[in-house]
């Protein structure tokens, strides 16, 4: 107990400092990794470690020798294992509002109210039609790969264009539209699927889609449902269902308005079945 005492005593305002930085830098990571593979897989580390602690414990030679021989594979083995994670890590450091690029600031000073009209009156003759519809905002992080994928169109955004390119039975009805700014840069894409294995199996390849891309990017996904009709919205791996016309363009507008970041993180982003 005194050399507890003592110790405590001793902890000055660096020590406090030092330990608020580690403790944050932490939570920051469980926070990139929370509800992904990435999570199952630390898990299992940390019994191989507590396994190996204990095998050494217990004199148990053979089973320690292994154990450590393992760890020490692992660790390169993670490395590959968790390239996807560190690339979100690495994207997300470099989406820090220390960093903050013109990108965001153009938008923001430009007329998004009349961008957010057409993206949303679209989307609401879309869900009342019910014709499946995949739109992808792109923010901060650049996706050109994935507009490579689609048929060029680089035209102003409109609703009456957008309505026309998920039109069922034409060629690029089944891709993803990509908006960049004030233009749709490409139709027809083709997104990556979410790796996320807790999603529930009615969600279909537009959702999963979705996700996909909003777990790689910082991205912002709209979704019509081409069954219910029903309009969703996906960021940063989460997914938002069953939402209005009003809240579809207060979710917009508060992604590209540099003054309502913070809002916006604090939203309520849910998964619910169809």
């Known amino acids: 107990m005194e050399q507890l005492l003592e110790m405590v005593s001793n902890i000055g305002i660096r020590d406090i ?5 580690v403790a944050f830098v932490f939570y920051k990571l469980y926070m990139l990794i929370r509800d992904t593979r990435a999570e199952q897989l630390i898990k299992g580390l940390l019994i191989l470690l507590v396994a190996t602690k204990l095998s050494e414990w217990s004199k148990l030679f053979v089973v320690n020798y292994i154990l450590n021989k393992t760890i020490t594979v ?31 600031v153009e938008i923001a000073h430009e007329d998004l109210d009349s961008r957010i009209k ?3 009156d679209a989307v609401a003759s879309l869900s009342r039609q019910k014709i499946g519809a995949l739109i992808i905002l792109e923010r901060e992080t650049g996706i050109s790969e994935v507009i490579e994928t689609g048929n060029s169109i680089e035209g102003k955004i409109s609703s009456s264009l957008l309505i026309n390119i998920f039109i069922p039975n034409t060629p690029l009805h089944d891709g993803a539209v990509i908006i960049r700014k004030d233009k749709i840069m490409a139709a027809g894409c083709f997104l990556p699927l979410s790796e996320n294995p807790n999603l529930s199996k009615k969600l279909g390849t537009r959702h999963r889609a979705a996700l996909g891309i909003t777990e790689t990017s910082d991205a912002l996904a709209i979704v019509v449902s081409e069954e219910t009709g029903g ?26 308005s540099p003054e309502k970041q913070n809002k916006l993180m604090n939203l309520k982003w849910r998964h619910k079945n169809d």
């Not at 996807?84 to 013109?102: I, N, V, Y």
């Not at 069953?242 to 917009?252: E, V």
């Open 74 to 104: 692992g660790f390169i083995a993670l490395l590959i294992v968790f390239q996807p994670e560190l690339r979100k890590a690495l994207e997300h450091l470099g989406r820090s509002r220390l960093l903050l690029t013109k990108n965001i």
């Open 231 to 256: 309009i969703s919205v996906a960021m940063a791996g989460k997914l938002s269902r069953f939402l209005d016309i009003d809240t579809l363009k207060t979710i917009i507008k508060e992604a590209f």
């Open 17 to 21: 400092i030092d330990m608020t930085i």
């Open 118 to 120: 057409e993206i949303s």
